[in-house]
């Protein structure tokens, strides 16, 4: 299985380091209108690769998106999804577990949305809270009621970053595209969105004092995201760092991500069968008739 190239691949060898990884675009790159031209050139083909993608019936797309606050995960998948027949895609967003899912596996709440055949599934965060989230805050840990915490939880992540690439590598041999993508935001910029949050009436509702108390933990988010990239991008399940402080470059490299990798599948419509073709040619002379 042959990953989409991209500057922004997460190599497979584990050497991913977030301090090579960039947030801002290359210089010399697209300006905002060509990248507008850009991603509505994508969303255009997506609209019709979804259609083939239902028609043929052999493959289910799952994308799943991770990023620190306002780094723009909400923004890019209701772009890329624009126009889109709503009917071929379903997001799920995963915030704090609930008790019934507290009582299962790590892995269960996310099985439970996977998209079937012929549909796109976005994650709007993903199973990866587990190492993300949950490692910078391993108190979170008491409501799991494991059987057994190691003194050590390195070993713990571990182990966890085994189940996920197991269970991603499960969901491709059954015929899932599995593209994650991290939008990569800067400390800097990401204090600039916050600040227009709280200056603009119409985006207050989405700041809370929560997110300031989870940016004083940026190099421990840092940490995790460092450790769970390198330990789980394979050829089958690649992870992108995508470049998020431009919101525009970020939505352009991630729609033509998608694109690329849905045309890559060989995706047809279904010929049909010589009765179905009978059954046509019945129906036209029938519809003629009427005239």
Same mark, same amino acid.
């Given at each position: 299985?042959?990953?989409?190239?991209?500057?922004?691949?997460?190599?497979?060898?584990?050497?991913?380091?977030?301090?090579?990884?960039?947030?801002?675009?290359?210089?010399?790159?697209?300006?905002?209108?060509?990248?507008?031209?850009?991603?509505?050139?994508?969303?255009?083909?997506?609209?019709?690769?979804?259609?083939?993608?239902?028609?043929?019936?052999?493959?289910?797309?799952?994308?799943?998106?991770?990023?620190?606050?306002?780094?723009?995960?909400?923004?890019?998948?209701?772009?890329?999804?624009?126009?889109?027949?709503?009917?071929?895609?379903?997001? &799920?967003?995963?915030?704090?577990?609930?008790?019934?899912?507290?009582?299962?596996?790590?892995?269960?709440?996310?099985?439970?949305?996977?998209?079937?055949?012929?549909?796109?599934?976005?994650?709007?965060? &993903?199973?990866?809270?587990?190492?993300?989230?949950?490692?910078?805050?391993?108190?979170?840990?008491?409501?799991?009621?494991?059987?057994?915490?190691?003194?050590?939880?390195?070993?713990?992540?571990?182990?966890?970053?085994?189940?996920?690439?197991?269970?991603?590598?499960?969901?491709?041999?059954?015929?899932?595209?599995?593209?994650?993508?991290?939008?990569?935001?800067?400390?800097?910029?990401?204090?600039?969105?916050?600040?227009?949050?709280?200056?603009?009436?119409?985006?207050?509702?989405?700041?809370?004092?929560?997110?300031?108390?989870?940016? !004083?933990?940026?190099?421990?988010?840092?940490?995790?995201?460092?450790?769970?990239?390198?330990?789980? &991008?394979?050829?089958?399940?690649?992870?992108?760092?995508?470049?998020?402080?431009?919101?525009?470059?970020?939505?352009?490299?991630?729609?033509?991500?998608?694109? !690329?990798?849905?045309? &890559?599948?060989?995706?047809?419509?279904?010929?049909?069968?010589? !009765?179905?073709?009978?059954?046509?040619?019945?129906?036209?002379?029938?519809?003629?008739?009427?005239?």
């Amino acid at each position: 299985m042959v990953p989409i190239e991209s500057p922004y691949l997460v190599p497979f060898d584990g050497s991913f380091r977030v301090a090579g990884a960039p947030t801002c675009p290359p210089d010399g790159g697209p300006d905002e209108d060509a990248l507008e031209d850009a991603l509505d050139a994508s969303v255009d083909r997506l609209r019709e690769l979804q259609r083939m993608l239902y028609a043929d019936d052999r493959f289910a797309v799952l994308l799943v998106f991770q990023a620190m606050d306002a780094g723009g995960k909400d923004g890019t998948i209701r772009h890329l999804t624009t126009g889109v027949n709503p009917a071929g895609f379903q997001v &799920s967003s995963f915030k704090q577990p609930s008790a019934e899912e507290l009582e299962h596996d790590f892995l269960w709440r996310c099985t439970r949305r996977l998209p079937e055949r012929g549909r796109i599934g976005i994650f709007n965060r &993903s199973h990866y809270e587990e190492v993300l989230v949950v490692r910078v805050h391993p108190e979170y840990l008491e409501s799991q009621d494991l059987p057994e915490l190691p003194d050590d939880l390195g070993l713990l992540w571990r182990d966890r970053y085994a189940s996920i690439a197991d269970w991603e590598g499960h969901l491709a041999r059954s015929g899932t595209i599995v593209l994650k993508f991290w939008l990569n935001v800067s400390r800097t910029e990401q204090r600039r969105r916050f600040l227009a949050r709280i200056e603009r009436p119409e985006k207050n509702w989405k700041f809370s004092l929560a997110d300031i108390e989870e940016r !004083r933990l940026w190099d421990a988010y840092m940490d995790a995201y460092e450790e769970a990239l390198a330990a789980t &991008s394979r050829p089958w399940a690649p992870w992108y760092a995508i470049p998020a402080d431009d919101k525009d470059f970020m939505r352009a490299t991630v729609a033509d991500i998608v694109v !690329r990798r849905l045309e &890559s599948l060989g995706l047809a419509y279904p010929e049909p069968s010589a !009765r179905a073709l009978e059954e046509l040619e019945i129906g036209r002379r029938e519809l003629e008739a009427e005239g």
